[in-house]
């Protein structure tokens, strides 16, 4: 294959996957109407696939997905990408290592950022995805770059995949789009459990030590070999 059907192959099959990763987002009732979306990176090219904008999940096709150079112009789709691009973007710009985006308003993690408080490790699972609390970013508004900038400078310091923007919702990342929709889902949950554990009294840390042994081994000896 020449180099522009071989790049043209690798954006037909992340055309596939973010369209389909979206489903999860559904399934797993993470978003309402047109809110959240996916993104991935094309690896090895300045360029990114993401949801169109305001288009409702039912009508979402492989074909109506937008690709976006790293500042965030569309290069090739019919529709105006997701209002998220820019920040997602920057995300790609300043963190090489990251392949996939994810942003919803899922209830319960955004109910922790509207309070902008982190959600303490008190679970393993916590300490599995997230190697401690799901941190809090800072308040920022589309229009700029204060988004992403708020997403990287807190996700740099962190272990966790997932940060709650304060007043906003959930910013997810991984090595790939499936990995950062995982995160996505499982931030909602571990924000939903340790919700209703405070419900009932005051939920139980898990030390650090104990934390750092459950990270290790979920990110680096868990699941099939
Ligand atoms: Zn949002």
Redesign the pocket.
């Known amino acids: 294959m020449t180099a522009v059907t071989e790049v043209q192959s690798t954006i037909g099959t992340l055309r596939r996957e973010v369209c389909a990763l979206h489903a999860e987002l559904t399934r797993y009732q993470l978003v309402v109407w047109t809110?959240?979306n996916v993104s991935a990176r094309v690896p090895g090219h300045d360029l990114l696939v993401i949801k169109p904008s305001g288009v409702s999940y039912d009508d979402l096709t492989p074909e109506n997905m937008v690709v976006c150079d790293l500042e965030g112009r569309v290069v090739d789709g019919q529709h105006a990408p997701s209002?998220?691009t820019e920040a997602q973007a920057y995300v790609y710009r300043e963190m090489p290592q990251v392949g996939g985006v994810v942003?919803?308003?899922s209830t319960y993690a955004t109910a922790w950022a509207a309070r902008a408080e982190p959600v303490p490790c008190v679970l393993t699972m916590g300490a599995d995805e997230f190697g401690g609390e799901i941190p809090v970013g800072p308040f920022a508004v589309?229009g700029d770059d204060s988004i992403g900038r708020g997403i990287v400078d807190t996700l740099r310091g962190s272990r966790s995949p997932a940060v709650l923007?304060q007043n906003?919702?959930v910013f997810s990342i991984g090595p790939t789009a499936r990995a950062a929709v995982k995160a996505a889902v499982m931030c909602e949950d571990v924000a939903r459990t340790v919700h209703v554990s405070r419900q009932l009294g005051a939920p139980v840390p898990i030390s650090q030590p104990q934390v750092d042994a459950l990270f290790d081994r979920y990110q680096n000896v868990y699941g099939q070999r």
Do not use: K
């Open positions: 809110a959240g209002s998220d942003h919803t308003h589309i923007m906003h919702g």
